[in-house]
């Protein structure tokens, strides 16, 4: 259907030269320009978007839309930096606002997913002393040692930049460590927007552009992956959005280590840019269309869909998206908290496949690495104990 699609699209006598040379290349497996890039931002329509986007989309991974079963663990919210854009994290001098777990407690919270076939903890917190190299590389070899099947997502360079700076160690020396505590991938966390003007306005004082794209660099050159994310919908323009595409494209290039990327929105509750009106859910499809087009080297699209609801991560498969993430247990509420749609974000693996159908695609569940664990295709959910999901797979103990 998309080719016949991009076919018509072709032969619109309507577009403009520049969107017309655009859709020529995309149509010939081209790359576009970082100017032709900016373009698609300024004059192109959500449906050309979307005819572009879903032709590639499905190129690579036909109707196929992948999820996890997947649980978030945040060790605090109490955070020496002071993001702009943050209101998630409370400050060191209101800590008592906050939350900051021990071993022992994190240990705890891990032990109660012990009789669900999840696949991944996604861990991410404020950045505090007391969580540190000894901590994290401690926290990585407990749950290793205890269920030896999760996979372990965490850390984002912020809090990597910090934990090795504390600890003395380079880049190089402490990724290394992390791996083989038992870190399996990096989240894409952290990257913010590039552009060290609009950075510093908006993230100061924590690491660069370039510091977070070494340390995913030094993680690739161990052979294993990460995702990468950009927020999106607040002071920046759409150049600078480009010029991060761009960065994220090049490194791909050179370590192909990049598994997904991940487009946030920025939300306007309970921060220091509240007075920010947010985007449209238009140019939130604009700007997931966009990034696939961009991004040719980067297999996946991800819509994260506690941060934009249900309905847009939705609408958002015909947009270049094949990803919508997991089930997601968020018990600490880390996307919540900045007024996003799903306020107690969770889905049973029934509702997250009926979505998925609803929009006309066919849901695949996935390990962290892609890996296929089953395809839904012609499921038909029989009872309770299927609709939570519980028992396609066996539990690792």
Same mark, same amino acid.
């Given at each position: 259907m998309s080719t016949t699609s991009i076919e018509r699209l072709l032969r619109d006598q309507r577009l403009s030269a520049d969107l017309r040379a655009i859709a +020529?290349? &995309?149509?010939? /497996?081209?790359?576009?320009?970082?100017?032709?890039?900016?373009?698609? #931002?300024?004059? *192109? +329509?959500?449906?050309?978007?979307? &005819?572009?986007? $879903?032709?590639?989309?499905?190129?690579?991974?036909?109707?196929?839309? #992948? !999820? $996890?079963? $997947? !649980?978030?663990?945040?060790?605090? $919210? &109490? %955070?020496?930096?002071? %993001?702009? !854009?943050?209101?998630?994290?409370?400050? #060191? @001098?209101?800590?008592?606002e906050g939350w900051e777990y021990s071993m022992d407690e994190l240990m705890e919270m891990i032990r109660k997913y012990d009789d669900q076939p999840v696949t991944e903890v996604h861990i991410v917190g404020g950045v505090m002393p007391q969580y540190d190299f000894e901590f994290y590389t401690e926290l990585f070899r407990r749950i290793r040692k205890h269920r030896p099947g999760l996979h372990i997502k965490a850390l984002t360079p912020v809090e990597y930049h910090y934990i090795f700076? @504390?600890?003395?160690?380079?880049?190089?020396? /402490?990724?290394? *460590?992390?791996?083989? *505590?038992?870190?399996?991938?990096?989240? =894409?966390? /952290?990257?913010?927007? !590039?552009?060290?003007?609009?950075?510093?306005?908006?993230? =100061? /004082? @924590? %690491?660069?552009?370039e510091e977070w794209l070494s340390i995913h660099r030094i993680w690739h050159g161990l052979g294993m992956r990460s995702n990468a994310t950009m927020l999106y919908g607040h002071i920046e323009q759409f150049h600078h959005r480009i010029d991060h595409l761009e960065r994220l494209r090049q490194l791909q290039d050179e370590t192909g280590g990049f598994q997904t990327f991940i487009p946030l929105k920025f939300r306007n509750q309970n921060n220091e840019m509240s007075h920010l009106p947010e985007v449209s859910v238009v140019e939130d499809l604009r700007n997931y269309a966009i990034s696939r087009i961009y991004l040719d080297n980067f297999d996946h699209i991800k819509a994260y869909w506690p941060m934009i609801g249900r309905e847009t991560a939705r609408i958002s498969l015909g947009f270049g998206v094949d990803d919508i993430d997991g089930t997601i247990d968020d018990t600490t509420k880390i996307y919540s908290m900045a007024g996003a749609e799903e306020q107690n974000p969770a889905m049973s693996t029934r509702e997250l496949v009926e979505l998925i159908r609803s929009a006309g695609r066919e849901a695949v569940e996935r390990d962290s690495l892609y890996n296929i664990i089953k395809d839904y295709r012609g499921h038909v959910f029989e009872d309770e104990e299927d609709f939570n999901g519980y028992t396609s797979l066996p539990v690792v103990h």
């Open positions: +020529e290349k &995309v149509a010939f /497996g081209r790359r576009i320009t970082p100017e032709e890039g900016l373009t698609l #931002y300024q004059k *192109a +329509e959500p449906a050309y978007l979307a &005819v572009l986007a $879903n032709y590639l989309r499905e190129q690579r991974h036909g109707d196929s839309t #992948y !999820f $996890n079963r $997947n !649980f978030h663990l945040e060790p605090t $919210n &109490v %955070c020496l930096y002071t %993001c702009a !854009f943050c209101s998630y994290s409370r400050k #060191y @001098k209101k800590r008592e700076k @504390k600890a003395k160690l380079s880049y190089e020396e /402490g990724m290394a *460590a992390m791996k083989e *505590a038992g870190l399996d991938s990096m989240p =894409g966390g /952290g990257a913010e927007i !590039f552009d060290d003007e609009i950075r510093d306005q908006i993230a =100061g /004082g @924590k %690491c660069s552009a």
